[in-house]
């Protein structure tokens, strides 16, 4: 009947012993009232005494065992028995009468309970002002003369020590010495279970009265699992088997249903923990131990992720919007400088106007290409980057690709050379998409190649997929860079490659088309020694299998494999 919230074993066993004295003293106290003073009163008022007796010491001790409160209780107790053992003493003839014997109870009862001496010290004084207070009420008292059988009380009261000696010096010699399970479970602050073979618990620690509200023996046989939410018994059960099959340890998290009233403010009953099993001779041993923390930080994962998705989104419909605004004005300016240029309205009375117009205009297409890049790279983010898969011959997009770029080769003496594999033939894929890689990845080639040197395009079919690349014998990426390539506004920095133009959007948007294809994308490079990008993509075209929303990574991935690169390694 003791409290659940009462952990301590002192405390307990202290409520455990008044409990037990409200529930079985009525049976002394009433029939000595009935005896020396109802009897003489009358019926009426010896039933009268009798409820009361018992009404007030078990409503005191289910008071304590719904509380667990005992120190009120207990000085109203300690002040009733005072003044009832007043009315006995002065009812049976005063200090003359074997009564008085009783008054030795509240002391010796008291120090029962709180097994202290300043506990015996308090019923000692109680005892004395019952004697006291015995003058003043006998004369309200039908008084009757010391008598024999008056010791028939002390001697009753004194034969229920018989059995209640062994349990205190029990409980004397528990306070010396403190079990080893009790400090195990102080310092780990979780349940110390003992498991069969068939996962029956055979033994709970007293620590589940304060992490579980729940006693011991509510755990027992199928306890336990009766109180896991259905949800997470399979994992329960799994870990169970795991352990019979030989396994040294086993973890998992799952919910236990509390008593109502215990789980705080929310709907649900059930609480998050933790079970660790390990093997101890024929059974388990599982420590059951609080989980919130861990079910917090998930939360708050998850909060996190949310935030980041919406922020995001944001970002793409917001550059989404301003390339669409910028987009507007750059037509207008490209088209009146090509006007202009034509000398449609009159020619240029100074050379160098012309010369500023065609700046006005190269700067307007330049800019109109950026804006078209932003464009793209956030609808493929954003997921409306729709691939438009059709059959072509991929030597076609090849030799589109070489007529664009040559006159840019020329320009740095750079030769432009394919090498295209006969059984190439035709890939199912977007072909705007893929002239867009080839475009990108040969621009970037030709642009960080010195005068004189050379760029390739190659591919072959192996199986089921496609392999082209772009090779240049251009300055090379140092590896400590290879993990930056794909980032979108990402270039590599150093004083050579700074003295190029360029966004740092050709790569990303390469890298987001090529995932849209579910294909994969490679690089192999060194300072010096040139860069080779390998794309490889499925001849018959996307399954579907692609997530529809590819989003480009904008922050340092941790390894290579999550900047989506494929493969990086440098060449020797």
Same mark, same amino acid.
């Given at each position: 009947?003791?409290?659940?919230?009462?952990?301590?074993?002192?405390?307990?066993?202290?409520?455990?012993?008044?409990?037990?004295? &409200?529930?079985?003293?009525?049976?002394?106290?009433?029939?000595?009232?009935?005896?020396?003073?109802?009897?003489?009163?009358?019926?009426?008022?010896?039933?009268?005494?009798?409820?009361?007796?018992?009404?007030?010491?078990?409503?005191?001790?289910?008071?304590?065992?719904?509380?667990?409160?005992?120190?009120?209780?207990?000085?109203?107790?300690?002040?009733?028995?005072?003044?009832?053992?007043?009315?006995?003493?002065?009812?049976?003839?005063?200090?003359?009468?074997?009564?008085?014997?009783?008054?030795?109870?509240?002391?010796?009862?008291?120090?029962?309970?709180?097994?202290?001496?300043?506990?015996?010290?308090?019923?000692?004084?109680?005892?004395?002002?019952?004697?006291?207070?015995?003058?003043?009420?006998?004369?309200?008292?039908?008084?009757?003369?010391?008598?024999?059988?008056?010791?028939?009380?002390?001697?009753?009261?004194?034969?229920?020590?018989?059995?209640?000696?062994?349990?205190?010096?029990?409980?004397?010699?528990?306070?010396?010495?403190?079990?080893?399970?009790?400090?195990?479970?102080?310092?780990?602050?979780?349940?110390?279970?003992?498991?069969?073979?068939?996962?029956?618990?055979?033994?709970?620690?007293?620590?589940?009265?304060?992490?579980?509200?729940?006693?011991?023996?509510?755990?027992?046989?199928?306890?336990?699992?009766?109180?896991?939410?259905?949800?997470?018994?399979?994992?329960?059960?799994?870990?169970?088997?795991?352990?019979?099959?030989?396994?040294?340890?086993?973890?998992?998290?799952?919910?236990?249903?509390?008593?109502?009233?215990?789980?705080?403010?929310?709907?649900?009953?059930?609480?998050?923990?933790?079970?660790?099993? &390990?093997?101890?001779? @024929?059974?388990?041993?599982?420590?059951?131990?609080?989980?919130?923390?861990?079910?917090?930080?998930?939360?708050?994962?998850?909060?996190?992720?949310?935030?980041?998705?919406?922020?995001?989104?944001?970002?793409?419909?917001?550059?989404?919007?301003?390339?669409?605004?910028?987009?507007?004005?750059?037509?207008?300016?490209?088209?009146? $400088?090509?006007?202009?240029?034509?000398?449609?309205?009159?020619?240029?009375?100074?050379?160098?106007?012309?010369?500023?117009?065609?700046?006005?205009?190269?700067?307007?297409?330049?800019?109109?290409?950026?804006?078209?890049?932003?464009?793209?790279?956030?609808?493929?983010?954003?997921?409306?980057?729709?691939?438009?898969?059709?059959?072509?011959?991929?030597? @076609?997009?090849?030799?589109?690709?070489?007529?664009? &770029?040559?006159?840019?080769?020329?320009?740095?003496?750079?030769?432009?050379?394919?090498?295209?594999?006969?059984?190439?033939?035709?890939?199912?894929?977007?072909?705007?998409?893929?002239?867009?890689?080839?475009?990108?990845?040969?621009?970037?080639?030709?642009?960080?190649?010195?005068?004189?040197?050379?760029?390739?395009?190659?591919?072959?079919?192996?199986? $089921?997929?496609?392999?082209?690349?772009?090779? @240049?014998?251009?300055?090379?990426?140092?590896?400590?860079?290879?993990?930056?390539?794909?980032?979108?506004?990402?270039?590599?920095?150093?004083?050579?490659?700074?003295?190029?133009?360029?966004?740092?959007?050709?790569?990303?948007?390469?890298?987001?088309?090529?995932?849209?294809?579910?294909?994969?994308?490679?690089?192999?490079?060194?300072?010096?020694?040139?860069?080779?990008?390998?794309?490889?993509?499925?001849?018959?075209?996307?399954?579907?299998?692609?997530?529809? $929303?590819?989003?480009?990574?904008?922050?340092?991935?941790?390894?290579?494999?999550?900047?989506?690169?494929? $493969?990086?390694?440098?060449?020797?």
């Amino acid at each position: 009947m003791v409290h659940a919230g009462v952990t301590d074993q002192a405390a307990r066993r202290s409520q455990r012993r008044f409990i037990g004295l &409200m529930l079985a003293a009525p049976f002394l106290f009433a029939s000595a009232a009935v005896v020396l003073v109802t009897a003489r009163l009358g019926a009426d008022v010896t039933v009268a005494t009798i409820f009361a007796i018992f009404g007030l010491s078990w409503f005191t001790a289910l008071l304590v065992a719904a509380t667990g409160r005992l120190m009120p209780a207990a000085g109203v107790a300690l002040g009733a028995g005072a003044v009832g053992l007043a009315g006995l003493v002065a009812a049976g003839g005063g200090l003359a009468s074997p009564l008085v014997i009783l008054a030795l109870a509240l002391s010796a009862e008291a120090f029962w309970i709180g097994n202290s001496r300043r506990a015996a010290g308090i019923g000692l004084a109680a005892a004395l002002a019952a004697l006291v207070l015995q003058f003043a009420l006998a004369p309200l008292l039908p008084v009757e003369a010391p008598t024999a059988w008056h010791w028939l009380f002390p001697v009753a009261w004194g034969l229920t020590w018989l059995p209640r000696v062994r349990g205190l010096g029990r409980s004397l010699a528990d306070d010396d010495a403190t079990p080893e399970a009790t400090r195990l479970e102080d310092i780990i602050d979780a349940v110390v279970l003992r498991l069969a073979q068939n996962g029956e618990v055979l033994e709970a620690s007293a620590q589940s009265r304060g992490l579980l509200k729940l006693a011991p023996e509510l755990l027992s046989g199928n306890g336990l699992f009766d109180r896991i939410h259905l949800a997470d018994r399979v994992a329960y059960l799994s870990s169970l088997a795991d352990m019979r099959e030989g396994a040294a340890l086993r973890s998992v998290e799952m919910r236990v249903r509390l008593p109502r009233g215990e789980a705080g403010d929310g709907a649900s009953n059930h609480q998050p923990f933790r079970l660790d099993l &390990m093997r101890a001779g @024929d059974g388990f041993v599982a420590l059951l131990r609080s989980n919130e923390e861990m079910q917090d930080l998930k939360h708050a994962l998850a909060g996190a992720r949310e935030s980041a998705a919406g922020a995001d989104v944001a970002k793409g419909r917001f550059l989404a919007a301003v390339s669409h605004e910028l987009r507007t004005p750059l037509n207008a300016i490209i088209g009146f $400088s090509d006007m202009l240029l034509n000398e449609i309205f009159g020619g240029f009375k100074d050379p160098r106007q012309k010369e500023y117009v065609e700046l006005v205009r190269d700067s307007g297409h330049h800019l109109l290409a950026v804006v078209t890049s932003i464009l793209d790279v956030s609808r493929i983010e954003s997921g409306a980057y729709s691939a438009q898969p059709e059959p072509f011959r991929f030597v @076609d997009a090849v030799e589109m690709c070489q007529s664009m &770029m040559h006159m840019q080769a020329e320009a740095k003496n750079i030769r432009l050379t394919t090498q295209i594999a006969a059984d190439s033939g035709e890939i199912n894929a977007d072909r705007r998409a893929v002239q867009q890689i080839l475009i990108n990845l040969t621009s970037n080639a030709v642009k960080f190649t010195p005068d004189g040197g050379a760029v390739s395009i190659g591919s072959r079919r192996i199986g $089921s997929r496609l392999h082209f690349w772009v090779s @240049d014998t251009g300055i090379g990426i140092a590896e400590a860079d290879l993990c930056n390539l794909g980032k979108p506004f990402m270039q590599i920095q150093n004083d050579y490659t700074r003295r190029f133009e360029g966004t740092g959007l050709g790569l990303s948007l390469v890298k987001g088309l090529v995932s849209l294809h579910e294909g994969t994308m490679s690089v192999e490079s060194a300072p010096g020694e040139g860069t080779k990008v390998t794309i490889s993509l499925p001849v018959d075209g996307p399954k579907g299998n692609a997530p529809k $929303s590819t989003v480009l990574p904008l922050t340092q991935p941790r390894n290579e494999k999550e900047a989506g690169l494929g $493969s990086l390694r440098k060449t020797a």
